[in-house]
Nanobody, 126 residues
Framework: QLQVVESGGGLVQPGGSLRLSCAAS????????IGWFRQAPGKEHEGLSC????????YYSDSVKGRFTISRDNAKNTVYLQMSSLKPEDTAAYFC???????????????????WGRGTQVTVSS
């Protein structure tokens, strides 16, 4: 059974950095695509960045491009989201999600992913 667990959220000041981790189990990363999403109160899930565990192809939304970096460690079956230059509007619950696929990743829609973690809270505030 495919499962993912997020970690690494917390409180950070504006301009600061934070790294989120998404550990997958049940399948090796080579057969998965992993995505990072967030949901602020009263808003829908927003796709931030997705990566193919097979070929490393990535997608970034305009809202995080240049500030966030997604990476993978196939030996650890883990995907990371390095977040820099954080803004108060980045405050949200952050989720990772996975799907069994070897396709090239060039989109990052929530409906493309079927195994979701419980989320980790990121709060950007002074």
């Amino acid at each position: 059974q495919l499962q993912v667990v997020e970690s690494g959220g917390g409180l950070v000041q504006p301009g600061g950095s934070l790294r989120l981790s998404c550990a997958a189990s049940g399948f090796t990363l080579d057969y998965l695509a992993i995505g990072w999403f967030r949901q602020a109160p009263g808003k829908e899930h927003e796709g931030l960045s997705c990566i193919s565990g097979s070929d490393g192809s990535t997608y970034y939304s305009d809202s995080v491009k240049g500030r966030f970096t997604i990476s993978r460690d196939n030996a650890k079956n883990t995907v990371y989201l390095q977040m820099s230059s954080l803004k108060p509007e980045d405050t949200a619950a952050y989720f990772c999600a996975a799907v069994r696929t070897k396709r090239i990743v060039n989109t990052c829609y929530p409906f493309e992913y079927d195994s979701w973690g419980r989320g980790t809270q990121v709060t950007v505030s002074s």
